[in-house]
């Protein structure tokens, strides 16, 4: 029973997300369509991995039951665990990662286990195994390093952060990588086979909550950008060390008739970077300006060092040269220049 939910949750879950456009799970919420479809093929990979090893249930022979595990093994190296990876590296909006990387991670495991099939020897399996197990860890490390680097331009990007949390992107690896330990360990017996299956569950609703709750950060805005002047591009905001001037002077000016007076603050998950290029200064300027001006209008204590953080960045020695090389003056030097006008 435990197995054959697990099959059918999977295809359910995958027929929702490939036919479904509506959000049931949280309407008010996109997501990603490149992540919703992935997602689904994963779903449909992970039923048909029930299927293949269906027929070991009705073998008596000790034989024809290893060699249809095997072919189930050789079928999910191929597909499923690929898959697995494929949407892990979906979950991250930041840029869109090669995926022909993960083909070659496994073709290793492909080679040996259909090497095991056609010589009718499992001699190769410890190695497998073990190739697994390395491949688990490699995982985990680079994708540790990469949900951290996504965390890093969630804030640099996005003020709000609700629905974008790193931390859930972080779970699901675990539990894919639990799910892979497991296979890896080949144990056997009823226990592994429960073990396998309700983590199977796990990772389906789980997984579908996710990409369901997940914020598409890649929205088009319904403005084109580009006609915009003074407007600047994304090489530029990160090359250009000055700053017009009757920008700096006129950026509230410019805020309201590019952003208020055309209501693209309604805009769905606009983001620092392309308002900044709207009105034609870069990023880390306006950042700093708009929380400076909100505040000497709220009339609190602050500090430059305040600023900085709130910025997006860790440390004040960061925020003060990349200021300087970006504005053309000292943080200092500029909030004293403000305070004068």
């Given amino acids: 029973m435990l197995y054959t939910t697990a099959a059918v949750l999977s295809l359910i879950a995958c027929c929702y997300l490939l036919f479904r456009r509506a959000n049931a799970i949280a309407p008010d919420i996109t997501s990603p369509v490149r992540l919703r479809r992935w997602t689904a093929v994963f779903f449909a990979a992970l039923t048909l991995s029930h299927l293949w090893y269906l027929p070991s249930v009705f073998l008596s022979s000790v034989d024809d039951i290893l060699l249809c595990n095997s072919i189930g093994a050789l079928l999910d190296c191929m597909i499923v ?26 073709s290793p495991l492909v080679v040996g286990i259909a090497v095991c099939i056609a010589n009718q020897n499992d001699t190769l399996l410890p190695m497998l195994r073990i190739y697994i197990l390395l491949l688990g860890i490699g995982l985990i490390i680079y994708m540790v390093r990469e949900v951290r680097r996504y965390g890093h331009w969630l804030r640099d990007n996005y003020a709000d952060l609700e629905h974008k949390e790193v931390w859930k992107s972080f779970l699901v ?100 970077s392309q308002l900044a290029k709207t009105i034609g200064v870069n990023r880390l300027y306006l950042t700093f300006v708009s929380l400076y001006h909100e505040a000497v209008a709220s009339h609190r204590s602050f500090s430059a060092q305040q600023l900085a953080q709130e910025s997006g960045f860790y440390t004040y020695r960061t925020f003060s040269e990349a200021f300087k090389r970006k504005i053309g003056y000292t943080v200092s030097a500029w909030i004293k220049a403000q305070n004068e006008a």
Avoid at 81 to 106: E, F, G, N, S
Avoid at 192 to 211: D, G, K, N, S
Avoid at 249 to 270: A, F, K, S, V, W
């Fill in 81 to 106: 665990y690929p898959l697995m990876i494929v949407v892990l590296l979906c979950m991250l909006q930041d840029r869109r990662r090669p995926l022909w990387p993960v083909a070659v991670m496994v």
């Fill in 173 to 272: 690896l675990a539990i894919m990588m639990l799910v892979l330990g497991i296979y890896a360990s080949g144990v056997g017996g009823m226990a592994y086979e429960y073990a396998v299956q309700t983590l199977a569950i796990v990772l389906v609703c789980y997984l579908l909550w996710r990409v369901e709750t997940l914020s598409n950060l890649s929205i088009p805005l319904s403005q084109d950008l580009s006609v915009v002047e003074p407007a600047i591009t994304e090489a530029e905001d990160v090359e250009d060390n000055s700053l017009s001037q009757t920008n700096r002077e006129n950026i509230g000016t410019l805020l309201q008739q590019h952003c208020i007076d055309t209501q693209l603050y309604l805009q769905h998950d606009l983001n620092i």
